[in-house]
């Protein structure tokens, strides 16, 4: 079938919704939500997946780009996570995501002499141990003078250091890769919408049959009749649990936050890892910019768009600072994002000693609540949910399959050819976002020159990749386009508004827009933006978060 996602695929999966008896639905269209639809549909079920608002638009949008076994779990002696997820790193980057999948390697400065050497080095040689048994294709680690750090890492403040420790993990564009999976999905039969809300589930009988969804699009609702609903809803998740009356696994949030900064700013050819007092800290190579994050805080307020405040920010610059010969400041920051991690409660209140280790629960009464976890594992989540709702159906489930599936686009990039009109850089760009995909891309520039420019000047984004968001991944609204299929929301210092007008023209002509909502939409995208910043010049959570909240939701027209 075809992967597409644009408009007309997604009303004709709302009809077939109304139409038919599904196997499955799947609630959220995260990572995990996608890759339970795609590891369902691949066992020849029946599946419906439902999304509130754009693919990948909460948590899964918003990590830290990596897929990593978690070093620092290895001190919590949580060793079957980290060969778990290590497991899962190298299937991405070998079989199942090879062309959005990059090894990327970080230094592990030493500011102890003699024993931190000893304590980090037997550290990471157990890492590469546990990852060995899986494939492992990433170079070994090895043990760098300071000398040798200075040469790969100048940034770094001699005075401080002592050498370093240097090991390998995987680098990912998070959202790119969350709607790639959505895609690999609808190419093997799942029906998939976002933007359609799930307001109520019918347990009259004492078992879940219907789950009834409202499209934000239209305000047309739709009854989904079904055998069985996986809730991967995320930090929603007990929401969900209470819509069908009752509770079950409790979800805490923890706040994550990232800057932005150019490349130029830290000279580095590798990336850098960091202990603060709780956790650790990365500065992640990104292409012509450095990820700064994360941490790690309890969040009690709004969900859907949690707001980094200006105390958040210059935790991650102090913290930064304290390895580098000249600090990094406020105006380094290009761009600030904001995610909140779905964890399952304990009983510490640090949300850095809460479990990262996923949990299925089955109520009995046809839904199945996965939650926990890290984006890494998703995929083995999704399989675990899956086989839970076995007792559900009406035939045997098969095994999963997605362990030896490649997701679109991972297969025949090898075959293309560039094309004159695009260049070498931008192709070789294309290939690492899109896989074989990038042939697609070459048609539209082939058919429309005017497609192959930038959207923008500071932005190596193309006009024809904001066409062929809108026509093929499910880009529904600006934001989807500036924020997750593209990231100029982030990366460039004024948050994608240079490229707003520009991108509503391309979206407009694609969707089919009227003027009246191609404003709409401008005005929409330029008040979040002045949300965002607004908050990040709050001192605290509670002010960030009604500061955030000045903007209303581009789906509901209201503050979420």
Not at 403 to 422: F, K, M, N, Y
């Amino acid at each position: 079938m075809d992967s597409a996602l644009n408009p007309g695929q997604r009303l004709k999966a709302l009809d077939e919704m109304s139409d038919r008896v599904f196997d499955l639905v799947v609630i959220g269209g995260g990572v995990t939500g996608t890759g339970a639809a795609l590891d369902a549909a691949s066992r020849g079920l029946e599946v419906a997946l439902v999304e509130q608002r754009d693919y990948g638009s909460g948590t899964s949008s918003r990590s830290s780009k990596l897929f990593h076994g978690g070093l620092r779990y290895l001190e919590q002696l949580e060793f079957g996570l980290v060969r778990e997820a290590l497991t899962e790193r190298n299937l991405m980057l070998t079989t199942i995501a090879p062309h959005l999948a990059r090894p990327v390697s970080f230094v592990y400065p030493l500011v102890h002499r003699f024993w931190e050497r000893l304590y980090v080095g037997a550290g990471v040689l157990l890492y590469e141990a546990l990852a060995r048994g899986a494939g492992n294709p990433l170079p070994r680690h090895r043990h760098l003078s300071r000398e040798e750090l200075l040469e790969l890492a100048p940034a770094l403040d001699p005075s401080r250091i002592y050498g370093a420790v240097r090991y390998w993990d995987a680098l990912v564009d998070d959202a790119r890769h969350t709607v790639t999976v959505a895609r690999t999905a609808a190419a093997h039969g799942a029906r998939l919408a976002s933007s359609t809300r799930v307001v109520g589930l019918d347990t009259g009988s004492g078992s879940i049959r219907t789950v009834l969804a409202l499209d934000l699009e239209s305000g047309r609702e739709v009854e989904i009749r079904t055998r069985s609903v996986i809730n991967a809803a995320g930090v929603w998740s007990g929401d969900m649990q209470r819509l069908a009356g009752g509770e079950g696994l409790e979800v805490t949030a923890s706040k994550g936050i990232h800057l932005v900064v150019p490349r130029d700013r830290i000279a580095s050819q590798t990336g850098i890892i960091l202990r603060t007092r709780v956790s650790v800290l990365f500065v992640i190579p990104w292409g012509d910019h450095w990820i700064v994050g994360t941490t790690d805080t309890p969040w009690a307020l709004r969900r859907a768009h949690p707001a980094a405040s200006r105390s958040d920010l210059d935790y991650l610059l102090r913290w930064v600072s304290t390895v580098l010969a000249t600090p990094i400041t406020h105006s380094d920051i290009v761009g600030v994002y904001a995610g909140l991690r779905p964890l399952l409660s304990g009983e510490s209140e640090e949300t850095s000693k809460l479990s990262r280790e996923h949990a299925v629960l089955d109520r009995g009464d046809g839904m199945v609540t996965v939650a926990g976890g890290k984006y890494t594992t998703y995929r083995v989540m999704a399989r675990d949910a899956v086989d839970a709702t076995a007792p559900y159906l009406d035939r045997p489930l098969p095994p999963s399959r997605t362990h030896r599936i490649p997701l679109v686009g991972a297969l025949g990039r090898e075959r293309l050819t560039r094309p004159d009109a695009i260049e070498e850089a931008q192709w070789r760009r294309l290939l690492g976002r899109y896989g074989a995909l990038a042939g697609d891309l070459a048609e539209l520039i082939s058919e429309q020159p005017d497609l192959g420019e930038t959207v923008v000047g500071d932005s190596p984004y193309l006009r024809a990749e904001i066409v062929y968001a809108a026509t093929h991944e499910g880009a529904l609204h600006l934001d989807d386009a500036l924020t997750r299929r593209t990231r100029m929301s982030v990366e460039t210092r004024h948050r994608g508004l240079d490229a707003v007008a520009e991108t509503a023209r391309l979206m407009g002509d694609a969707l089919g827009w009227p003027e009246e909502t191609r404003e709409r939409e401008m005005e929409h995208y330029r008040a979040r933006v002045a949300a965002e910043i607004d908050s990040q010049r709050q001192p605290d959570d509670r002010t960030a978060d009604a500061a955030r909240m000045g903007a209303p939701d581009v789906r509901t027209g209201v503050a979420e």
